[in-house]
């Protein structure tokens, strides 16, 4: 028996295949070279982002891919692959979606976008070849003890099994490694949409727009978590001049249950005042959040027990890709995402002392940064794409198959 007890998510509205609700679909599927296999597509976050990207980058670079995701909310037309639908509902959805995996045409690659519950079915399912991407949490031990063992020994079965893991960094890769030593993993640092992400015309004008006009501004976009490290942002904020506070303002745009004690950490610390908490803000709106910014702040602590760690940061990159400069600690797969000297520095993980001094050149010295949010751009530009993500993957995948035939 499969376990249900995590991995839930939604996806994106297609016709639907099923004749009718009781049964499952009799069409064979998977006539593409690759299939893949995600139940966060395409709903919101950082998982989902990535697989509809892979799947645009396949369709605009010519290569022949399927999706099986789980009926759920609609999306982009535009964006989206032949797409096959299995019900959203557990264990209904596993139990279907094993069965479509079992039916694909023999030409058929799988490309598993989590090890749990996706990769596990691919490969009860016996298809080869079979990719699947790893990304860093879902990695870490249980918080839950009565699951470690099984769940240790279903991720290593799963990943020693897979023709290839693709990490989304090297720490990522590092965690494979360890969890499964012989497992083949190769690292593909995430992309970014440089075109949808990019720097304003006129950044005064959109500080304007959000009521953030003769500002220096600093931004965090992320979950409302304790790792996450905002509360280290606001003890900066408290160390500075108050000549020097009165110029800056710090946004955050996210949601989350460490809210509320990060509010009151603003109000003790007499920070309150400078800090704009924006909420939850949907991908598409994202960008004028950036492109406002003169600094993206991220501060995320890394703590494998308490399964806390960034495995990568795809936000690091939609802030560089829109001109703006960041800062990160060395945590995780951070250091990935944000290159020193290139539009980026990378601190020491709670160390508040090293961001309030980033803060006072920042407000001193502001023509600097905004040279290094042009280099930081220029980077995306050269190497941080979906379209160099997709490349890099293609080259991995052709061989398989290849092998498989």
């Not at 998977?30 to 995600?38: K, P, T, Y």
């Not at 606001?234 to 745009?253: I, M, Q, T």
């Amino acid at each position: 028996m499969i376990s249900t007890s995590m991995h839930t998510s939604g996806a994106g509205e297609v016709t639907r295949e099923m004749s009718n609700a009781e049964c499952v679909p009799q069409q064979r599927t998977g006539n593409s070279a690759w299939l893949l296999f995600s139940f966060e597509y395409p709903q919101s976050g950082g998982i989902s982002r990535m697989m509809v990207e892979i799947a645009r980058g396949f369709r605009q670079n010519r290569g022949s891919l399927e999706v099986l995701t789980q009926e759920g909310a609609p999306s982009n037309p535009q964006d989206r692959a032949t797409e096959n639908q299995v019900s959203a509902g557990r264990p209904r959805r596993e139990w279907e979606a094993l069965y479509r995996l079992r039916r694909l045409s023999a030409n058929t690659g799988v490309l598993s976008g989590i090890w749990y519950p996706e990769g596990l079915l691919a490969w009860l399912s016996g298809r080869r070849p079979h990719v699947v991407m790893a990304h860093g949490l879902e990695l870490l031990p249980s918080t839950q003890a009565w699951r470690r063992i099984p769940w240790r020994w279903l991720l290593r079965r799963v990943l020693t099994k897979a023709d290839l893991v693709v990490a989304n960094s090297h720490y990522t890769a590092s965690l494979v490694r360890s969890a499964a030593p012989s497992a083949r993993v190769e690292c593909i640092p995430l992309g970014v949409d440089a075109e949808r992400f990019r720097p304003a015309e006129d950044r005064a004008a959109v500080k304007a727009t959000l009521g953030l006009a003769g500002k220096t501004v600093l931004c965090s976009v992320a979950r409302i978590a304790a790792y996450k490290g905002i509360d280290v942002v606001l003890r900066a904020l408290a160390l500075l001049d108050e000549d020097d506070r009165n110029d800056l303002v710090y946004v955050v745009v996210g949601k989350g249950t460490e809210l509320p004690v990060l509010q009151k950490l603003a109000r003790e610390l007499g920070v309150d005042s400078l800090v704009r908490w924006c909420g939850f803000v949907a991908d598409h709106d994202l960008p004028p959040y950036y492109q406002a910014a003169d600094l993206f702040v991220l501060c995320t602590r890394q703590s494998e027990e308490r399964q806390s760690v960034e495995g990568f940061g795809l936000v690091f990159l939609e802030a560089q890709a829109c001109g703006t400069p960041v800062v990160g600690t060395r945590t995780g797969g951070i250091p990935d995402a944000v290159r020193e000297g290139e539009g980026g520095w990378l601190i020491p993980q709670d160390d508040v002392a090293a961001l309030n001094l980033i803060m006072h050149r920042l407000l001193h010295n502001p023509e600097s940064f905004h040279r290094e949010g042009e280099r930081a751009r220029q980077r995306v530009l050269r190497e941080a794409t979906w379209e160099h993500y997709i490349q890099r993957l293609q080259a991995l995948l052709t061989p398989l198959r290849g092998f498989h035939e």
